[in-house]
């Protein structure tokens, strides 16, 4: 698809370029500039380092690292060509590098960059900052990676790869910019070819649904053996998994009349990834709907697969409505206690099934 400039005397076509013949780079130039406005291509996140490889090969490097809103990393490789090589291998490759890196790791690679780019400021606090968290937590920090491919063109056998890949629920896009001259200057058209735009909604819920199929049944089944009894008001609702035991505590604290708010500083390590929230009394599908729109006004993303979004698991309070994260690890523990200790009033207590100590 071209590119016009309309004038009084007609429509002329803008010249289409290349970034070869404008002699651009891909680290000299692209990548430098990308770096410094990553929102060109990934709105919703920072930057961690760029050039990064901390393994063995030293000779394989990620172009640019960052990070989301959801505490995801985000892969991002860059090729000026028009056939952009192999870079849905090569990336393919980095993310599985990156997966398991820790919380630490990354405020140490982000720390490595300021100090690259001559800058002071404290690697840790951007991170948490950006994240929205009070203190860091490697139990919901980089639970995946996504990838974003950035060329002036794919070829159609990456393309093919690439769609068939995001249908086995990974999270790749591949982004277009194709350079063209106007007025002896350089303008780049940057589009997200991979998902369409127009079809991103629609994956994003297919996939969205199927997770939380993922998560019911890992709620249901015996994979995870930590388990809780919750007695509210008398009646003991026995062998709770560590998601359904936070729910229900919470849900019986917000029936003694206690707000989502109060007890999401009862707990203040989990920052604002304890409840999520918006105005008016909503059922599941209008509050996925309110919030995601909430969050995207503020550049984030919402995705219900990580909280408890169904109609019986939402929480109605004082003409708001919330949903309790689903993503718990080893702070349950700690979580339950903090609750149920802050709130004693409220005759909720938590105790390790088949165990006569009582978490509280």
Not at 200 to 214: F, G, T
Not at 228 to 240: I, Y
Not at 272 to 283: K, P, Q, V, W
Request: glycine fraction near 4%.
């Amino acid at each position: 698809m071209a590119i016009f400039h309309f004038k009084p005397t007609g429509i002329e076509p803008l010249s289409s370029t290349s970034f070869q013949s404008m002699k651009l780079l891909e680290r000299n130039d692209l990548q430098r500039l990308l770096r410094d406005r990553l929102d060109v291509i990934v709105p919703d996140a920072m930057l961690l380092t760029e050039e990064f490889g901390e393994w063995d090969d030293a000779r394989r490097r990620i172009d640019l690292l960052a990070l989301d809103r959801d505490a995801k990393l985000v892969v991002i490789e860059l090729k000026r060509t028009e056939d952009a090589g192999h870079i849905e291998l090569q990336a393919l490759r980095y993310a599985a590098m990156v997966s398991t890196m820790t919380f630490e790791q990354a405020v140490d690679a982000h720390a490595a960059y300021l100090r690259k780019v001559n800058r002071d400021d404290d690697a840790r606090v951007a991170i948490l900052d950006f994240l929205g968290w009070s203190e860091s937590t490697d139990d919901v920090f980089a639970p995946d990676v996504r990838i974003v491919l950035v060329a002036s063109d794919f070829q159609k056998e990456i393309t093919t790869a690439v769609l068939w890949l995001n249908e086995r629920d990974l999270d790749i896009r591949c982004v277009r910019m194709q350079p063209y001259t106007f007025n002896g200057e350089v303008l780049v058209d940057v589009q997200q070819v991979i998902p369409l735009p127009e079809a991103a909604e629609y994956q994003i819920r297919v996939r969205e649904r199927e997770e939380q199929r993922r998560v019911t049944a890992a709620m249901t089944g015996e994979r995870d053996h930590t388990k809780f009894d919750v007695t509210v008001q008398g009646q003991t609702h026995r062998a709770l998994n560590k998601r359904r035991a936070i729910l229900t505590v919470v849900q019986a604290l917000a029936a003694a009349g206690i707000s989502p708010e109060s007890m999401a500083r009862a707990v203040p390590s989990r920052g604002d990834r304890f409840i999520a929230s918006t105005l008016g009394e909503l059922d599941s599908e209008s509050f996925i709907k309110a919030v995601t729109t909430d969050r995207a006004a503020q550049s984030r993303t919402f995705d219900p697969a990580r909280w408890f979004c169904g109609d019986d698991e939402l929480v109605h309070f004082d003409g708001r409505t919330y949903a309790v994260s689903n993503q718990w690890g080893t702070g349950t523990e700690q979580t339950l206690r903090d609750l149920t200790s802050q709130f004693p009033h409220a005759k909720v207590v938590v105790e390790a099934h088949d165990s006569a100590l009582a978490v509280r």
